[in-house]
């Protein structure tokens, strides 16, 4: 059997490299630019996580303090009910009859006389009166007796005291 030998012939080694054959252009800030960029997103999702955390937050602790308020409103409204139910108990009349009654009062009958102004005027049935009669019942309501005024005094302080 007959091979054919082959010769080596042993080249050059090469001195151009891969970068050297397809020049690139250099980019100084290749790596500043990516940090830069996730800087920039890191930011972003920061501050939209906080807005969110605040909203919840103000959005949570706010609806608890309003629902406490509404219970607390309606608490005061349920006790305020309660209050003008127990006023109207005791302003009742019958209340106070009954109250009277058990501090020995008596309830008052026949003409119930009451302190105030009595009219100046009256109205008259029959003839007018003569200029003499007239000048005498003026003079007698200018100069209202001893008895009468006692009498005003007397139904005014206890008119008073009743009020």
């Known amino acids: 059997m007959v091979v054919a030998q082959e010769t080596v012939e042993w080249q050059e080694a090469l001195t151009q490299t891969q970068a ?5 252009p250099v980019r100084k800030g290749k790596g500043y630019s990516k940090i830069k960029s996730i800087m920039v997103l890191a930011f972003i999702v920061g501050l939209t996580g906080a807005i969110g955390a605040e ?4 959005t949570v602790v706010q609806g608890a303090q309003i629902r406490s308020l509404e219970n607390d409103i309606s608490a005061i409204k349920t006790r305020n009910d309660l209050l003008q139910m ?4 005791l302003r009742s009349v019958g209340r106070i009859e009954s109250a009277a009654l058990a501090m020995g009062m008596e309830k008052p009958t ?3 006389y009451m302190a105030g102004v009595v009219p100046a005027t009256k109205i008259q049935k029959g003839a ?4 003499a009669e007239t000048q005498a019942s003026e003079a007698t309501e200018a100069k209202p007796s001893t008895l009468k ?3 005003q005094k007397f139904t005014s302080f206890f008119a008073s005291t009743q009020r």
Do not use: C, M
């Open 110 to 112: 026949g003409k119930v």
């Open 55 to 58: 909203t919840i937050h103000l």
């Open 149 to 151: 005024q006692f009498s």
């Open 86 to 89: 127990e006023a109207d108990k």
């Open 128 to 131: 007018p009166l003569t200029q």
């Open 20 to 24: 050297e054959r397809n020049p690139q």
